[in-house]
C-alpha cells in the first residue's frame, strides 16, 4: 500500500503463499529462493510457526516495499527452477498490480499504524507475530498497517520515511530499553532515550507529530514517561504484561478506532479508544484483568 512517498508494492495472493509453502517447505529453501531474487537478508523472517507464516511474513513485506517488484521477481525465479508449475507459471507473467487512480488519494486520510514487533531469542515469546495479525484484522480497509516484523534498529529509520500516525512497539523491556533484533534474531537492547531522540528529530526535521505510542511491554511505567513528549497520547502497562493479554487488547483497540473513522481522531478519542479496549478484553477474559487496572494512559507533555 502506498504511504505517498513510495509506490504500492504488491504482496502475494493467498494461493501464490500456498504454493511457495508446499513447494519451498523450508526455511533454508525459501532463503535460497529469495536471496537468489534479490530479497535483503535483514528482512527475512524470523522463527515462524509454520512455512505459512514465513510466507505470509514475506508477503508483508513486500508490500511495505522491502524490495521493488518483489513479487514478480521472487515468481520469476520460482518459475525458472519449476516451469510447469501452474502457479508459477502464470503468475510471473501477470503485471504487478497498482492501486486504482485515486486509491492514494483516498487512503491518504487514513491513519497509519506502524507496528514494530520484535521476539529475540531466548527471552520469551511476546507474540508479537499474533499481534501484528490481530491488527491487520482488526484495521479490515479503515486503518493502514505497516508492519516491521523482527525489527532492528535499522528498521527506526523506516518511522521517517512512513511518518505512521500511531507507533506500536510489541517487544520486551528491560532496565530503561526495548529489546529489538540483531541480525541473527539475537537481543539488541535500544536505550528509550535513544528512540525517544529518534522521534524527536522526526519531528523537529520532518514535521511529523505521532498522535499515539503504544508501548505493549512489560513495566511500561519505567519508560513510558519519557515518551510523553514526542507523542499526543502514550499508551503503557504497568507491571507484568501477558502476551495473550495484550494481543487482545490489541485487536479490540485497533476495532474499536477503526469503526469511529468518520470523527475526527483526537487525543481524547484516543485515550477513550483505550479504556474501552481495556474493558471489553476484560469482560470477555477475567484472566486479563490488569489490563485495566495497570493501564496508563500520558497525555502530551511539553
Not at 512517498?5 to 513447494?23: H, M
Not at 519449476?82 to 498490480?97: D, I, M, Q
Request: hydrophobic fraction near 40%; aromatic fraction near 4%.
Amino acid at each position: 500500500m502506498s504511504t505517498g512517498e513510495e509506490a504500492a508494492e504488491a504482496p502475494l495472493l493467498p494461493e501464490e503463499i500456498r504454493a511457495l509453502a508446499t513447494v519451498y517447505n523450508t526455511p533454508s529453501r525459501a532463503e535460497v529462493l529469495l536471496r537468489s531474487a534479490g530479497y535483503p537478508a535483514d528482512a527475512l523472517p524470523y522463527a515462524p510457526s509454520t512455512l505459512w507464516e514465513y510466507w505470509e511474513q514475506v508477503s508483508l513485506s513486500l508490500a511495505t516495499g522491502v524490495m521493488a517488484d518483489g513479487r514478480r521477481s521472487i515468481l520469476t525465479r520460482a518459475r525458472e527452477r519449476y516451469p510447469h508449475h501452474p502457479v508459477f507459471r502464470g503468475a510471473a507473467s501477470v503485471p504487478e498490480p497498482r492501486p486504482p487512480s485515486g486509491a492514494s488519494e483516498a487512503g491518504a486520510g487514513r491513519l497509519k499504524v506502524m507496528v514494530l514487533g520484535a521476539e529475540p531469542a531466548r527471552r520469551g515469546a511476546v507474540r508479537a507475530a499474533a499481534e501484528l495479525r490481530e491488527i491487520q484484522s482488526a484495521a479490515a480497509d479503515r486503518l493502514d498497517v505497516i508492519p516491521c516484523p523482527a525489527a532492528t534498529p535499522g528498521d527506526l529509520e523506516r518511522i521517517r520515511r512512513q511518518r505512521p500516525d500511531i507507533l506500536h512497539l510489541a517487544c520486551h523491556g528491560s532496565h530503561g530499553a526495548l529489546l529489538l533484533e540483531d541480525h541473527e534474531g539475537e537481543p539488541h537492547p535500544l536505550p528509550a532515550a535513544d528512540l525517544v531522540e529518534t522521534l524527536r528529530l522526526a519531528a523537529e526535521h520532518y514535521r511529523h507529530r505521532l498522535r499515539a505510542l503504544l508501548l505493549r511491554s512489560c513495566d511500561g511505567e519505567e519508560i513510558a514517561r519519557l515518551f510523553t513528549g514526542v507523542a499526543d497520547v502514550v499508551i503503557a502497562h504497568r507491571g507484568a504484561l501477558d502476551a495473550d493479554c495484550s494481543t487482545l487488547f490489541a485487536s479490540a483497540f485497533y476495532r474499536e478506532l477503526a469503526s469511529r473513522t468518520d470523527s475526527p481522531v483526537t487525543s481524547e478519542h484516543l485515550s477513550a479508544t483505550a479504556h474501552i479496549a481495556a474493558q471489553d478484553v476484560v469482560n470477555r477474559a477475567e484472566f486479563c484483568r490488569s489490563l485495566r487496572t495497570d493501564l496508563m494512559v500520558l497525555p502530551r507533555t511539553a
